[in-house]
């Protein structure tokens, strides 16, 4: 099988990947790019261990061609924080509790942060919704809930101050 | 005033795992690696009449392909304390790598190792296998019957058709009539009989092994396994290969377990050795989710039967229970859970005539194994739902009928450790405050079809798996030549926060700054034995010998200073890695050069040779006191030029000590639908003493969604060839976030005495009630028996349309 | 699974590559269910033909009461978009209902349509407001009705994406007195498949039914028209008992299969018409407000 060449943007940088035809997105980030720490849970787009951002949505990384991404902005939890800093999501799952096994953790971080790079305001039905698509066997979502809502306070303080984003 | 216990440390993994650069063993690889892929039974049971592999072989990428006619056949158990059990239940070693013979749709056939998961998923579709199919059973009853196929040997079964190993009897022993006296003294007496369906731990990461064997017969296995010491042994014992050879570890953490994998990760283990063996390559073999759900140990269905017997005042006097468990093909714990769900539910209340008769039962479905709760959570349903029965006849509030009854600290009984402890009055307390109790009985006051209930439902558990399994712990902590200091216990932290909780202990123990202490864990290269995380035993056990390790460690360094300092040992002590004298402790203290010391002094002047020249690396402590101390890298660093380090050992055997738990929930079932809906729950635990609470709190929590699931919608239905139904996460329902409640969490501290700093088990707690809550919540919202789980909106509406 | 991944620019390229490819190049759009359908091996292609860069199909459009709906429009467009939820909003509720974010940000509504599962979550709505598909192949262009696009099987269109292509659905707007909902019964509230599920469309004059039109699913291979209970309400009074005496009759269309994983045909059977005269409520509010 003749391989492609598919170019994309990764976490700020840009990326081109030479790689079977029919390779997934997950497999290419995981494989080619030896980028780990997006999961695989179940390849059926049920779970969400996979999620990535997407041009600023979250997507099931399981379930997308990786051909799809030609040109695209993708970000992956390798890219959320900055330069070894923390991002505010990330702080806040550790300090409220929110992190057990961890193999949920990426794509939940990713689900929370596509739904706060878009919305500083979430209320409780949409931090909900953001998250309802990756599914927590250790936790319960209760701190999760917890380490989201933090962020939020956390972000839009920063912002008051005049912060970074 | 503790430093570390009872503190929310933040977990040590935290930023590893919320960058995802922490690894795990599906993110492994090696150089070289190929890719394993095993084929599987399409028949609940059939005799393997002949395979042939010749055209799998072909393939190109592939490089092996194995079965039960070219791997060793020596029988195993893939779970840990069976293959290491005491000796009153003789260990049931019913296992092979490759069955011999098919016991269920998904046993391990064969498998192949090639250079891609496609070629070797390829390459299985090429191997033909010729079945001679048998009849299945698939039920308790069905299986038990007379005429019913034996699925082992007969030789393995001999206490009836297929009943696993031994049966279990509470109290052991040809019955007396001392129950049936006690039922006569009853004025009351309830019998039932409860159902549970399958349930499965769907941890998020699937089971997966990297196995490399080196040409000179070594074996280093990554994988997922919660017990990385007992694989170790099983393997050992499934290859013949001295275990000294052997390496198991997780790289470092393990996404979720629940039960899944105490031992072997599935097959996944053995099928990687034995790959690795045949292509002299390293190979990794990682399940699919739908492997997971079909050929992984699932929870044990059940049916278990309640007779309760109570005055009219509420005292009860006497209990008869039984359990029946659907144990699966294969053992794996199938022998000693059905021991666990008499055990646990017999002891929550305090009766005086009591009988517990149970065992587990073959049948062609996936093998039933541990599941967080291990046999609990069924006994706990069923009586439960009893005692709410009992309550409503004997009209009684059923949380007071239960406070009546529930047994006490101090309470004699027939557990082999004392009842060292209970909170659960005051569990009961914060639950019924916290679901607005009072209100029960009073909530459905209009016509509507919205009916609301509460239900209320206590339990209790284990601190670890002493005296029913084997047992034990060791741990060692060496300081290292700066001062700082490596904690070493070979435990798997697969979420539970066990690398966090037990570097607290020893923190404590030892009084070493926290950034200054690290955890080796895990890998069985460089940590002693222990018996692995399971049974609730983390914190409890392992940290008792973490605790001990520590303070060993610790009496060697004021042993040491003490010398220096010439004052006795029992006059020191060691806080923020300072030792310093007791009367200090809590002050601050003048941090000066041990070599001044007077001690120190003496030894330098009565050397026979001048002292080794003392380089100025040692950090300078600034704190200020009227008495002198000296910093641990100080001591460690004097010792490290003299040729000494400290290391304590712990080597624990643990006693054990009951946790307690209360929940409680609040419901809303439309009556038009069936469909209930969890509108509150209440937790409270008495864990003793939370090492680090907001890490307990996650283990309530997590406990009370899972317990949402077994409650409502998770179950594994079979169809009439045999086959799994629910395969996937899109046909099985595990709750989602839009399906939490509000939870109310409740860590009650207690006084227990046998564990480190007063903790005792947490881990599976948080699953043994929820369950039992919210049936009891559902039969007082619509006034029907509820006796089957899950309580799905089809069940509740026949409940709802036969009442 | 395939060899070739292809981006035509526009609706004809697409069309000429699926025509010369003897049946072996398929349309691709959000591809969340085809690509699970690939991997279990119901499709065998060489190529996928992707068809995010047509512009003119990320369009949702109101043109003489018609929204025109084009065939890259995500579920998250249409849950989210404010003119679907005022003027169709049974279909905003669908697609809002639709498995996860992750999924609706990707999935599309046409897609949902084309892969004709009985449930559908926006297949379902689409039909009770009466919308219809344009379906472009090189033999021209066609409209059909939803139900039309459904095959006799399980889980069969009659639309071939080897080569046509659906470029557009157009939606009915509601006018003046006109409502809708979607009712859904699921064993969670995200990431399921709906056990069964309901969209109402109605047309009020006043206090009296103008005309009703109520989608069902999964109660037979593809969506269903509770006909015997929209004749019932055709002409009839808004009252309670009025709707819940035709609620009962969408029973006559009901065929719903044994399922151990969605539920018995019995149950379904028994509790569909209190979900569709939930929906018929909801959608007689809807007109009213």
Known sequence: MKKITVNFTLNGDAVEVSCEPDKMLVDVLRENLFLTGTKIGCREGECGACTVIINGDAVNSCLIPAAKVMGKEIQTIEGVADKGKLHPIQAAFIEKGAVQCGFCAPGIIMSAKALLDKNRTPDRGEIREAIAGNICRCTGYVKIEDAIRHAVRVLNEKSARGGEK | MMKFIGKNMDRLDGVDKVTGAGTFATDITA??????????????????????????????????????????????????PMYTTVPYLKPVLDQLIFCEKARYVGDEVAAVAATSEKIAEAACKLIKVEYEVLPAVLGIEEAMAADAPDIHPPEITPEGKNIVAEIIRIPPGPPSDALQKGFDEADVIIEEEFRTNVQKQCQMENMAALAIVKPDGSITVHCTTQTPHPTKAILAKAFGVPASKIRVTNPPYVGGGFGSRIGLSGKSEVVAVALSMATKKPVKVVYTRKEDFTATDTRHASIVNVKLGAKKDGTFVALDLKGYTNTGAYCTFGAELPGVLGAMTLAIYNIPAIRYYGHSVYTNRTPAGAMRGFGNPQGNFALERVVDMMAEKLGMDAKELREKNIAKAGDPWFLPYPCSSSELAECIRKCAKSIGWERRGNLNKDSSHIKRGLGMAVGTHVSNAWPFCVDYDNAYVAIQSDGSVNLSVGCCDMGTGISTSLPQVCAEALGVKWEDLTITFADTASTPFTIGNHASRGAYAQGTAVKAAAEDAKQQVLDYAARLFKVSPEALTIEDSIIKPVEAKDKGVTVVDPTTLPGAIEEAAAAPVPPPRDHKIVKPVNTQGPQKGISLEGLAYYAHIRNKQFIGVGRTIPPNAPPWHCVAAEVEVDTKLGTVEVIKMAAAHDVGTAINPKIVEGQIEGGVVQGIGYALSEEILYDSKGRQAHTSFSAYMVPTAEDVPEIDTFIVEGSDQSGPYGAKGAGECGLVCPASAIANAVANALDVKVNELPMTAERVYELINNH | MWQKYLFPEDVKEAVSILSSSNGLARVIAGGTDLMLDIEGGRHVIEKLVDLSRIEELDQIREENGIIKIGANVTCTKVATSELIQRKAPALSQGARKLGSKQIRNIATIVGNVVRAQPAADTAVPLVALGAVVEVVSANGTRTMKILDTYGAGFAESNIDSTSELVTFLYVPAHGEQEGSAYVRLDKRKALSLPVLNVACKISLAGETIK??????????????RAVDAENALAGSNTSAENIHSAAQLVRNQCDPRNSLVRGSKRYRVAVISELAERAILQAVACAKA
């Open chain 2, 31 to 80: 150089p070289g690696m190929l890719y394993g892929k095993i084929l599987r039974s399409p028949h609940p049971h059939a005799r393997i009449v002949k395979i042939d592999t010749s055209e799998a072989e072909k393939l190109p990428g592939v490089k092996a392909v194995i079965h039960h006619g070219n791997v060793p056949n020596n029988p195993f158990n893939t779970a840990a």
């Open chain 3, 211 to 224: 005309a009703a039109s109520i989608a069902m699913g999964p109660v037979g291979p593809g969506p269903r």
